[in-house]
């Protein structure tokens, strides 16, 4: 019993005695916080000076406009190289669309407020344009008091493998800066942009995202920078959102996730890469693609020009000879054939449509033959029936070569393939058993 009670007694002792020596915990950190926001900024102007001192940025103004690339080139003594190209820069005009390239010089830094900031503390012609509280100029409404409403400083909020994430510091809209070679020429880059840009083209109506769970959604607008997205089978009205993006030289970012409609399935991507099919999301499921070309021919809202310069074997052999044919009867010229629509109300036909010129005439005789094409996956059959208005039928039977080249179409199986997966403006109708014979067709709207 005593010694249960100077084993307690000394317990209590040594826990006395322990505390008395260490009467507070030790403070977590080396530094005070001033100190470490001083190390911060240090630290990051040290990685946006280095390898260069080159980055691109993805830069959204706001929700309700496409995103903007900028090149950015950093010194140490304190001054920034800015270039982009976009449709407000350089000349204000209302409705202007035409993107114009400028670069422009002006001072940077990296300063303290809750966390490091950078900042473009000198005005830039160039960046600036959306932070400007002025009259937008190139469209019809007043924005006086707010413009953009674009950020111009930026919260760091981290830095991993050569990219710095970036919140807007009045907006908090999150952006990446990414390190680029300092060796890349600023006019080039935006030209090779352009190009890329080209992937999306407002001649194709609808682009196709298919989610994880495999639901479709029917994407439109998408070379605007605003896609329009709704549930494939879903309302168009009530159930569209609209995402804005940015189509970078690999691929294509929106500035918030993909994040539609519970009752179809959640899911949240935000970064798209381009692959050979079209864009494949950071999740390796998510898939942008456009209808399979097959059924992209078939459709009747598109039209489609034969290119006789990228044609080749007997495809371009019965072309000419339609052409020869024309002369021959009476002095017309083909001027060109086209896979088009033909309207006779109330039904729309598909028609391969013969443009000609008469010798007397400046006017156009347009000649349709109607025609049936089923197109699944990346085939097409074309099933023309001889028929045709009263003026398709006098050339008909006044020039063989066009019936001629009414049944080659009819006899030949065809593959159809492009080299713009996304925008298939041109597209190619090969034989499937020789491909040596194709014509090269390009989409076009007809006036």
């Not at 409609?261 to 390796?284: H, M, N, T, W």
Request: charged share 25%; net charge negative.
């Amino acid at each position: 019993m005593k010694y249960i009670k100077l084993s307690l007694i000394a317990t209590l002792l040594l826990a006395i005695s322990t505390s008395c020596f260490k009467m507070e915990e030790e403070d977590i950190f080396d530094d005070n916080a001033v100190v470490r926001l001083d190390k911060a900024i240090a630290n990051y102007k040290k990685i946006l000076n280095d390898k260069g001192g080159k980055w691109m940025l993805e830069y959204y103004s706001n929700s309700g406009e496409a995103g903007y690339i900028y090149l950015m080139s950093f010194n140490d003594n304190g001054s920034v190289t800015i270039s982009g190209k976009n449709e407000f820069i350089g000349e204000v005009l209302v409705g202007k669309t035409e993107s114009t390239f400028g670069s422009e010089s002006s001072m940077w830094d990296v300063i303290g407020d809750n966390g490091p900031v950078l900042t473009f503390n000198t005005y830039n012609n160039i960046f600036h344009i959306f932070a400007n509280p002025e009259d937008i100029g190139q469209t019809d409404t007043d924005e006086q008091g707010y413009g953009h409403r674009g950020d111009y400083e930026f919260d760091i909020m981290k830095y991993s493998n050569d990219t710095l994430y970036l919140d807007g510091k009045k907006y908090e809209i999150h952006m990446l800066m990414t390190r680029v070679d300092n060796s890349v020429n600023d006019e080039e880059f935006f030209a090779k942009l352009d190009v890329t840009k080209a992937s999306f083209s407002p001649l194709i109506k609808e682009l196709y995202l298919t989610a994880q769970s495999g639901q479709r959604y029917i994407c439109t607008d998408a070379s605007t920078g605003l896609w329009s997205i709704y549930p494939e089978g879903g309302d168009k009205i009530t159930e569209t959102q609209t995402f804005n993006a940015i189509v970078t030289p690999t691929g294509l970012r929106f500035m918030r996730p993909l994040s539609i409609l519970p009752e179809y399935g959640d899911f949240a991507v935000q970064d798209f890469k381009f692959d050979d099919s079209g864009l494949i999301a950071e999740d390796g499921q998510t898939t942008i693609r456009t209808a399979p070309l097959g059924e992209l021919f078939s459709d009747i809202r598109y039209s489609w020009r034969i290119n006789t310069s990228l044609s080749k074997g007997t495809f371009l052999d019965a072309y000419n000879a339609v052409v020869a044919g024309c002369k021959s009867y009476n002095s017309s010229t083909l001027e060109e054939i086209n896979f088009t629509n033909h309207v006779v109300s109330p039904i729309t036909y598909g028609a391969v449509h013969f443009r000609i010129k008469l010798k007397s005439s400046t006017n156009r005789l347009n000649c349709y033959l109607y025609k049936e094409t089923k197109g699944s996956g990346n085939d097409v059959d074309i099933t023309m029936t001889g028929e045709g208005d009263k003026n398709a039928l006098v050339y008909r039977d006044k020039v063989p070569a066009m019936k001629q080249f009414v049944q080659l179409l009819n006899d030949t199986s065809f593959r159809v393939e492009t080299d713009n997966p996304l925008a298939p403006t041109t597209v190619r109708l090969i034989d499937k058993n020789n491909s040596e014979n194709y014509f090269t067709l390009s989409l076009y709207i007809p006036v």
